[in-house]
């Protein structure tokens, strides 16, 4: 993580000799390489810079991300247990856990010293309404004030919000924040046009840059080897909302890994969240049908790691998201210039 963070950021011991409590609020857990490498490298580095501290992942998958880091975690919201809470719940279009949510934030922030959104591109609506991320980051934000525990960005991503509604509901957290740092300029100076004052905030590298990278691992038959990045693209509104054009997507891909299978390239299939294996059988199953050998086997890779192991196995990459982060980190190494999102999103 870049150093800037650790000189700035609100995690500093205690003053009277206790471990700081510090949680890190995200969407880590659901099975997106992108958001859990960056929780990963979020969390090497406070073990580096504090290793008395107590780390609590607030997320969307807490079993996961205990099983994988070894920290606490602990659910973003609060949703009920019993399956007849949950039926009544979803009945009366979640309105209880939604409400119930806000004493949870408050009652849970008092658990820590300081709670920070780490890496991502978590300032949006992508796939949302208002009430899931904005009202979340909200949320939080106003728990951990009332409560007197520091708030703060570190190293986010932010893109334009379409609905007003959500950005109504964002726009009063930076103001909520004890420090905030960006990802990329551009998150920065969409944040300033929101009317935030952000002529003095830093921009920072992504998280995901302070992990280590795999080993070179490409072949030597003479193929060259074409890694394709493909997801479970259903566009900004969601998956009703989305569904032609997730099949024109498709059938685009799939256009488009025949054409190298034509010209005689290998190809690897990278995906960077667990949904995106439902396209990958498509493209497989197309393959199979021609017979042509040119693909290779694609497994789900858990890991940003484990990610970057795949694309050292590619001579090019065709990517976007998590996959072409991957890449930059696997081709540039990790301490190149902050080229972020900005750059996986071009």
């Given at each position: ?328 980190l696997a081709t540039a190494g990790t301490h190149s210039s902050p080229r972020t999102r900005a750059e996986a999103r071009a």
């Open positions: 993580m870049h150093d800037q963070v650790g000189r700035t950021a609100p995690v500093a011991a205690d003053s009277g000799g206790r471990p700081k409590r510090i949680a890190t609020l995200g969407w880590q857990g659901a099975e997106n390489v992108g958001n859990d490498g960056c929780l990963e490298a979020f969390v090497a580095f406070v073990r580096r810079a504090l290793p008395d501290a107590h780390i609590t992942a607030i997320c969307a998958g807490p079993a996961r991300v205990r099983a994988a880091l070894g920290i606490d975690a602990i659910p973003m919201r609060w949703e009920p247990r019993a399956l007849a809470l949950r039926a009544l719940n979803k009945a009366l279009l979640k309105a209880p856990s939604l409400f119930y949510s806000w004493s949870y934030a408050v009652k849970r922030a008092d658990d820590f010293d300081v709670i920070l959104v780490s890496g991502s591109g978590l300032i949006d609506n992508y796939r949302t309404t208002v009430f899931d991320r904005p009202a979340t980051l909200r949320r939080w934000a106003y728990a951990a004030k009332r409560r007197g525990v520091k708030f703060g960005f570190v190293s986010v991503g932010a893109n334009p919000i379409r609905s007003w509604l959500s950005r109504s509901a964002l726009r009063p957290v930076p103001a909520l924040t004890a420090y905030r740092s960006y990802g990329d300029e551009g998150s920065r100076a969409y944040m300033h046009s929101l009317g935030v004052d952000e002529s003095e905030t830093p921009v920072c590298p992504d998280l995901a840059w302070a992990l280590p990278e795999p080993p070179a691992a490409r072949g030597d038959d003479g193929r060259l080897t074409v890694g394709v990045g493909v997801m479970a693209h259903y566009g900004w509104k969601g998956i009703r909302a989305g569904r032609r054009l997730h099949e024109a997507y498709v059938a685009k891909t799939i256009d488009f890994v025949d054409w190298l299978a034509d010209q005689g390239y290998r190809i690897q299939l990278l995906v960077g969240e667990r949904a995106d294996m439902r396209v990958v059988k498509k493209i497989e199953e197309r393959s199979r049908a021609a017979g042509t050998g040119a693909l290779a086997s694609t497994r789900w890779t858990p890991t940003l790691y484990q990610l970057m192991e795949e694309i050292q196995k590619c001579d090019v990459v065709v990517a976007q998201e998590e996959a072409l982060l991957a890449t930059l």
